[in-house]
């Protein structure tokens, strides 16, 4: 059990640093929200068509996926394609028939208002994550000793970079 904590731990610190909005460092990879969304606002089916042609003008091919967060997907499958249509954006899992992942760490509080969540749009084949060394765990009985704990220092190193940064489109939307 303790493993799995740890293991889901790193994933989710992988996760949100991969999908967030900081600027990259000599300690840490740039997030795929370091810079502004291509596409922002108020979702339309133009908009989502943009998206996936900026990625066919490019050439991107193979297994190209949405992966949104929660606000994000709460507003693709609410806002329909043209007024009075009942046909939405996002409908199942599906958004203009490529399928939808939903991450809480994709990056939200996005844009001037920080009232948009992140959207990103992608073959996710032509994204690396590399890893050096293993899971380096240190347990130390002494830090919170007089609390009755025991303290556990994780250090994991990984680095993470689009092979091809044409391959992957961002939007933000509200």
Do not use: C
């Not at 009075?84 to 939808?100: H, I, P, Q």
């Amino acid at each position: 059990m303790l493993k799995n904590d740890i293991v889901n731990a790193i994933k989710e610190k992988l996760e949100s640093t991969i999908f967030g909005k900081d600027a990259g460092t000599s300690t840490k990879p740039a997030g795929m929200f370091a810079t502004a969304p291509t596409i922002a606002g108020t979702p339309t089916y133009a908009s989502i068509v943009d998206m996936e042609t900026s990625l066919e003008e490019a050439n991107v091919t193979g297994n190209k996926v949405f992966i949104v967060h929660p606000k994000a997907k709460g507003v693709l499958k609410t806002t329909e394609k043209a007024t009075g249509t009942a046909k939405y954006l996002m409908e199942g899992n599906e958004l203009e028939g490529y399928k939808v992942l939903v991450s809480n760490g994709v990056a939200n509080g996005l844009q001037t208002g920080a009232d948009e969540a992140g959207v990103v749009f992608g073959n996710f084949n032509d994204y690396v994550i590399g890893q050096w060394g293993g899971i380096d765990l240190t347990v130390d009985p002494y830090t919170q000793a007089a609390n009755g704990k025991v303290r556990l220092v994780i250090n994991a190193y990984f680095d993470a970079k689009p092979r091809r940064t044409a391959s992957f489109v961002t939007a933000s939307v509200k």
